[in-house]
């Protein structure tokens, strides 16, 4: 019949991916993700620090809030909870200062806050201990410190 165009073959001939196709396409993911994967990785450690950073400011800022309305710094004892839940007996507390989910860094540990400080830069010692979760370290493993610029 003119016009009309007639189906030949087999409908079910076309089967989809062969193993071999599958298996390249695999190998070419693999091989993106190894060139790509480390500099999503870092971004996510900047990010992490940046983070860490601006919540040990922000807790700094409402230790020295508690300082303005109580006349006195948080003890060791009562730490940064102290931000959180009126101490007892302090009666100009005009908190919360903060939120409880602040006071655990991005890494999953707590700040570390000490008063009296043991440096004399600042008048409390308030900080993570970064990435590697130990005293020290450089680079994306530097401890993250109020007061530093």
Known sequence: MPGKTAITGNVHAQRG??????????????????????????????????????????????VEQFHQDTGRYPRDDEGLDALITQPTGETRWKGPYTSDDLLTDPWGVAYQYHYPPTQAQTPFDLFSFGK??????????????????
């Open 17 to 62: 991916f062969t193993r071999w196709a599958v298996l390249v396409a695999l190998v070419i993911v693999g091989l993106l993700a190894v060139a790509v994967g480390p500099r999503l990785f870092g971004d996510v450690a900047l990010a992490e620090i940046a983070t860490a950073k601006a919540q040990v400011a922000e807790l700094g800022n409402a």
């Open 132 to 149: 590697d979760r130990t005293l020290g370290g450089v680079g994306v493993n530097k401890d993250i410190t109020y007061g530093d610029h």
